[in-house]
Nanobody, 120 residues
Framework: QVQLVESGGGLVQAGGSLRLSCAASGRTLSGYVMGWFRQAPGKEREFVAAISWNSGRTSYANSVKVRFTISRDNAKNTVYLQMNSLKPEDTAVYYC?????????????WGQGTQVTVSS
C-alpha cells in the first residue's frame, strides 16, 4: 500500500510559479510510473504529467507542455511538479498518483489533493 501526500499548493498571480511536492510512504516508489492530475470545479479530473520510474521518460498534457516540469527523487520517495507561467485556467485541485497507466489515465494510488489557485 502506498500513501501519497501533496504539498506546495496555494494562491499565485498569473505568470507566477509554484512547485508541488508529493511525498510517499508505505513502500518505495521505485518501479512505479508517477503522475499528476488535476480537477477544476465542474470538470472531470484530467491528466497533467507523468514520469517513468527511472525519470527516463516524461509525458505532458498539451495544455501544460513547456510550462510544467515533472521530476522525481526515488531516494526521497518524492515526486515534484514545477509549474511556471501559470494561467487562471490552471486553477484546480492537483492530485499525485502512483502506478499510473498513461494510456487510460487510471492509477492504483491517489493523494488527497492540493489546491492551486491562479488569479488574473
Amino acid at each position: 500500500q502506498v500513501q501519497l501526500v501533496e504539498s506546495g499548493g496555494g494562491l499565485v498571480q498569473a505568470g507566477g510559479s509554484l512547485r508541488l511536492s508529493c511525498a510517499a510512504s508505505g513502500r518505495t516508489l521505485s518501479g512505479y510510473v508517477m503522475g499528476w492530475f488535476r480537477q477544476a470545479p465542474g470538470k472531470e479530473r484530467e491528466f497533467v504529467a507523468a514520469i517513468s520510474w527511472n525519470s527516463g521518460r516524461t509525458s505532458y498534457a498539451n495544455s501544460v507542455k513547456v510550462r510544467f516540469t515533472i521530476s522525481r527523487d526515488n531516494a526521497k520517495n518524492t515526486v515534484y511538479l514545477q509549474m511556471n507561467s501559470l494561467k487562471p485556467e490552471d486553477t484546480a485541485v492537483y492530485y499525485c498518483a502512483a502506478d499510473v497507466n498513461v494510456v487510460t489515465s487510471r492509477s492504483a494510488y491517489w493523494g488527497q489533493g492540493t489546491q492551486v489557485t491562479v488569479s488574473s
